[in-house]
């Protein structure tokens, strides 16, 4: 961690509010040549270069990033470390997709050596696409959460993640019991849970693939340890859902279903939720639940469009996901294009600097974290991406073009990718620098 005081000169830009709380104008801070200080892993100063200048020590060390920009971190709120594997598997929606592919290649994680060139490569592409927390399943084995932890904690990386339970409808290499699934769940939440910068995510997989037995045991522990989170898939695809209300007939609605074992509080989060019903959304809202819209994924596995008005209008707290392996990029920016187009799908806008909201501050406050995250705040921890506007040929030549900043965030985000991100640091540590990446290939 930085003990010492550093500041980096750039353009400067994050969210600081909601804009359907405060209209767009006031939603963000812009520097245009800005300085954010940095120490001991926390944000200490931002603002106006001249004015940051003036009132920091004459000795402070600044590192200037000449026409880049500087924002928080990306917060990704739902995504599968050990999809990494089978991002892009051919042809087939949700639950034929489950069988054939991602079972499989999950299975593959009992083996710790696996799961740990896995992880490795998930966290170098994390940093390498800007993003500095995320909310991640692992599988159902044990093991393969202790090795994500693991490698967290090697990087200093705020993650929240949690082992799979599964107990019916999957082949038998990777079901666990209502009883191993608990004690397991609850030995990784004494060991990782607020540690250093980590915490645990009670994960069942999705409501088909655990008996009521195993539901029960989700609510007792989401009672034993009321600070962890809960994280779970609802409401992808259209034949999930018929199969949720075959398989719980007493239940009134997939979310019912959750809902009825005590699965619903603050700090769950919910990946897709496309195909809600008010009575559904007023509940998600009642309970301060958070919803992850993950567009990549919708459309790679055809579930649906996303209603994100509909969503807001309820009060409902919205994160972005990527969903990798369902998703197809790691990539935020990339990201917020597919949102964007999901949103003209239905005729509705999504503003660049709403996308921007949604992808840091949105994501923080979907994990009820924006007191430590999701934007660069005096006081926040210092996770933070340097992003180079002029990244490629194309976005260089198209940027010229661009006149306002919000012009220039939209192309950002359409055109850009892993490619327009120079450097991540962590805590105020680099974590990430394109150049030493470019270097490193060269070599080997
Ligand atoms: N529903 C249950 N499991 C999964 C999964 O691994 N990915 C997606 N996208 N949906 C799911
Ligand atoms: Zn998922």
Known sequence: MTTQRKAYRASILHSIA??????????????EDGILVVENGHVVDIGDAVEVLERQPKTLQV???KDKIITSGFIDTHIHYPQTGMIASYGEQLLDWLENY??????????????????????????????????????????????FFEEAEKRNVRMIAGKVLMDRNAPDYLVDTPESGYEESKELIEKWHNKGRL??????????????????????????YPD???????????KEIEWVLDLFPERDSYLDVYDHYGLLHKRSVFAHGIHLSDCECKRLADTDSAISFCPTSNLFLGS?????????EHGIRVGMGTDVGAGTS?????TMSEAYKIMQLQQEKLHPIKSLFLATLGGARSLHLEDKIGNLEVGKEADFVVLNMDATQLMRFRMQQAKKLEEKLFV???????????????????????NFEQQKKLVS
């Open 63 to 65: 590192k200037e990033y």
């Open 102 to 147: 991602t079972f499989p290649e999950e299975r593959r994680f009992k083996n710790p050596i696996y799961a740990h060139k896995v992880a490795n490569l998930f966290f170098d592409e994390l940093a390498s696409n800007g993003t500095t927390t995320a909310l991640v399943f692992g599988t159902v084995h044990k093991e393969s959460v202790d090795v």
């Open 412 to 434: 950002l985000m359409s055109l850009g990718d892993d490619r327009t991100v120079s450097e991540t640091y962590i805590a105020g540590e680099k974590a990430y620098d394109v």
């Open 199 to 224: 915490l645990y995510a009670v994960t069942p997989r999705f409501a088909p693939t655990s008996t009521p037995e195993q539901l029960a045991t989700v609510g007792k522990l989401l009672e034993e």
């Open 18 to 31: 909601d804009p359907k709380d405060v209209g767009i104008e006031d939603s963000y801070e812009y520097f």
């Open 228 to 238: 962890v989170y809960m994280h779970t898939h609802l409401s992808e695809n259209k």
């Open 330 to 334: 790691f990539s935020i920016l990339q």
């Open 304 to 312: 649906g469009l996303f209603k994100l008005p509909k969503l807001e």
